[in-house]
């Protein structure tokens, strides 16, 4: 409910000046919108409430962390499991968690220690936010200490979904191929990263040989 249309009366009407004021909005503010009457208000509302329990990779996306995308914000939250751990990094913390660079690093470690981020930070804490990454149970161990890394185009599922599932059974998921990369999976038309892997000798998986690895064929 909180679209384009909407968010330009709110910042129109100066009912917002950044995100972290949506949680400050009333029944009243959004009377005062065109084309809002009480049903479409109140379901704002619950919307706006109900995104507090959104889990701290969302979160972190949101803040609009430069270089953070949906992907490295989702392996800072499992990697560090709530917000003010992630705060309170040391710079070496940060560039010893996989697939994030030295640039990326910076970005974040400079974020944190922006005052308006940490006073927009405060404000959300206030608001009730959830600042916490929940633990993912692990479907299986199979994969604990394994990289993998997935190219081409897979049959029965994204490339996405699979590093999900390599995630599931305890393995790590990257976006480059080195030394250090157990696996590549890969699909059709696969092209420079399984080059790679041929090069630095990494084992080479089929769709087929992933799932059979982690058990979900035989």
């Not at 100066?14 to 919108?33: E, G, K, P």
């Not at 006073?119 to 804490?125: D, H």
């Amino acid at each position: 409910g909180l679209g384009d249309v909407v968010t330009d009366q709110l910042l129109k009407n100066r009912y917002v000046s950044d995100f972290a004021d949506i949680y400050n909005l009333t029944f009243l503010h959004l009377l005062n919108l065109e084309n809002f009457k009480d049903k479409k208000a109140q379901n704002l509302l619950d919307a706006i409430e109900a995104s507090k329990q959104k889990p701290l990779a969302r979160l972190l996306f949101a803040l609009g962390i430069a270089f953070v995308g949906a992907k490295t914000a989702e392996i800072l939250a499992d990697r560090f499991h709530t917000l003010d751990a992630l705060k309170n990094a040391s710079l070496e913390e940060l560039q010893s968690v996989p697939e994030v660079g030295e640039i990326v690093s910076h970005s974040i470690y400079d974020f944190f220690r922006d005052p308006k981020a940490l006073e927009q930070i405060e404000r959300l804490r206030a608001a009730g936010l959830n600042f916490t990454q929940p633990k993912k149970e692990l479907a299986g161990n199979i994969l604990d200490g394994k990289t993998l890394v997935f190219t081409g185009e897979l049959k029965t599922m994204t490339r996405s979904e699979a590093e999900l599932l390599a995630k599931e059974y305890g393995g790590k998921a990257s976006g480059s191929v080195s030394k250090k990369t157990s696996y590549v999976g890969a699909g059709a038309e696969a092209g420079s990263k399984l080059k790679k892997a041929q090069e630095l000798g990494v084992p080479v998986l089929t769709e087929e040989e992933f799932l059979r690895l982690i058990g979900k064929i035989k």
